[in-house]
């Protein structure tokens, strides 16, 4: 069984940087590799969303708010998931989530069933 353990997340000032990480267990290197991967956030009393996503093949997409501030990247030796977020704001604050499994609907990823318990993002002005 798959399991996706994130790390990483934190309190910090707004523009500031946080790395977050999802460590990928029970699925082979192989496995790793040919799944698309996602990070997701959640802020209170709103849905969770697409922030990220990965493709098998290494195509990244972002959700407009966050482009040219995070990059989602893999390491597929180490079966980890990265979320490098730079110039961060205050609404940017959220539970982030990473996500395997899933597909690509027109262009969009939609989520797998694995899913991690999350890690608690904090940016203050």
């Known amino acids: 069984q798959v399991q996706l353990v994130e790390s990483g997340g934190g309190r910090v000032q707004a523009g500031g940087s946080l790395k977050l990480s999802c460590a990928v267990s029970?699925?082979?290197?192989?496995?790793?590799?040919?799944?698309?991967m996602a990070w997701y956030r959640q802020a209170p009393g709103k849905q969770r969303e697409l922030v990220a996503s990965?493709?098998?093949?290494?195509?990244?997409n972002y959700k407009d708010s966050v482009k040219d501030r995070f990059t989602i990247s893999k390491d597929i030796p180490k079966r980890t998931l990265w979320l490098q977020m730079n110039s961060l704001k205050p609404d940017d604050t959220a539970v982030y989530y990473c996500?395997?499994?899933?597909?690509?609907?027109?262009?969009?990823?939609?989520?797998?069933?694995?899913w991690g318990q999350g890690t608690q993002v904090t940016v203050f002005s």
């Open positions: 996500n395997t499994g899933g597909a690509f609907s027109e262009g969009s990823y939609v989520s797998g069933r694995s």
């Open positions: 029970g699925a082979s290197t192989t496995i790793f590799r040919i799944n698309h």
């Open positions: 990965i493709a098998n093949g290494g195509t990244t």
